[in-house]
């Protein structure tokens, strides 16, 4: 029985694994915060292009418009 339960029971860790597993983890969650915020200034990017596309469409349609009724 008891040899049993020691089979589950974590094994103490040096002081140095548990420093390094925490740099891992930091380094890692440095790594994932790094990926969002460059995904975020990506989709930023591409929205502010598709609103500069929608304001230069209307620009042009305002510009055929006046240059229609200067015609006119």
């Given amino acids: 029985m008891k040899k049993d339960f020691q089979q589950y029971t974590a094994l103490p860790r ?3 694994e548990r420093e390094e597993e925490k ?3 930091e380094e890692k969650r440095r790594e ?3 990926k969002r915020r460059e995904e975020k200034r990506r989709e930023e990017k591409r929205r502010e292009e598709k609103r500069e596309k929608r304001r230069e469409k209307r620009r042009e349609k ?3 418009l006046s240059a ?3 015609l006119q």
């Fill in 14 to 16: 040096k002081k140095e």
């Fill in 23 to 25: 740099k891992r983890r």
């Fill in 32 to 34: 994932e915060r790094e």
């Fill in 62 to 64: 305002r510009g055929d």
């Fill in 68 to 70: 229609q009724q200067k």
